[in-house]
């Protein structure tokens, strides 16, 4: 009966922390809910940051989509994002295929040595990506985002996929062999589908970075009808003002994308990352 008393007081406790933070984590959301639908004129006459105003300003959605032009800039996003995300994985999935199925001589000193991309400061590239891009005419378009995300992308989807593959048995590398498969079928019809949590996990955390990148792009796009969302973003800051609810609707309207990312793959980012940790 004790054991019992203290099982259900420890539940009762989780689910009490669970619940605020689950409420620490609602509260800025629904802030910015509640800062969309309000006017211009609502932040002048004393309407409290958690009150609801008399007129909810819906127009500020379609405000946000048309004279903001946030449609161009999340097209921009998804088309970088949908031609990055999948290449990212499979150049990511194909090196840790290498690393851990394949006797390569020093594996350890190059997946070591991927790792270290993911030490260096962003800041110390960018002069050189935009003279580099600025060399070959490709700053303001959608290549020098495309090659530089891939970069940054690699050793992250490198340590998750490496993880992932070590789990799996050798013994179906063997068994796969002894069926006439080469190096090629065995990653592609073998570890591949066993690897659906990874690369779900990947997917996610890749698209998640590509779609708020900030520094990169702020770089090399200069041409408005290339900006992608975050720096479309910018354009809702005035010269000396700022149209809160315009900006607050167009952050809402941002994050569907990346939620219905989450939503489609969620159930194999845990066992993706579980995987990652254990390799």
């Known amino acids: 009966m004790e054991k019992r008393k203290k099982n259900t007081g420890s539940k009762i406790a989780f689910y009490i922390l669970i619940t605020l933070f689950a409420i620490i984590w609602l509260i800025p959301i629904f802030t910015v809910f509640l800062t969309s639908i309000k006017s211009t004129q609502d932040f002048y006459t004393g309407v409290g940051l958690f009150e609801l105003p008399k007129h909810f300003q819906w127009s500020n959605f379609s405000n946000a989509w048309t004279t903001g032009r946030l449609g161009m800039y999340m097209k921009n996003g998804l088309i970088v994002c949908l031609l990055k995300v999948p290449l990212g994985i499979v150049c990511s999935s194909l090196l840790a295929f290498a690393l851990t199925r394949l006797s390569i001589p020093h594996s350890r000193a190059i997946f070591i040595f991927v790792l270290i ?49 070590k789990g799996i048995p050798k013994e179906l590398d063997e068994a796969a062999y002894i069926d006439g498969c080469g190096n090629s079928k065995l990653y592609v019809k073998v570890i591949l589908p066993l690897a659906k949590p990874a690369i779900a996990t990947v997917f996610i955390i890749d698209f998640l970075n590509t779609w708020n990148e900030f520094m990169v792009q702020s770089v090399l796009i200069t041409d408005d009808a290339m900006k992608t969302v975050p720096n479309g973003l910018l354009s809702f800051f005035g010269e000396f003002t700022v149209d809160y609810g315009l900006l607050n609707a167009g952050v ?20 993706g990352m579980a995987g990652a940790v254990k390799g």
Do not use: A, D
């Open 252 to 271: 809402l309207i941002t994050i569907v994308p990346v939620l219905i990312v989450y939503l489609v793959f969620q159930k194999y980012f845990v066992n």
């Open 117 to 165: 991309g993911m030490m260096l400061p962003l800041q110390s590239v960018l002069i050189p990506l935009n003279i580099m891009f600025s060399r070959l005419n490709l700053t303001n378009t959608y290549f020098c985002l495309f090659f530089s995300y891939i970069g940054f992308g690699i050793p992250l989807g490198t340590l998750i996929f490496r993880g992932f593959f």
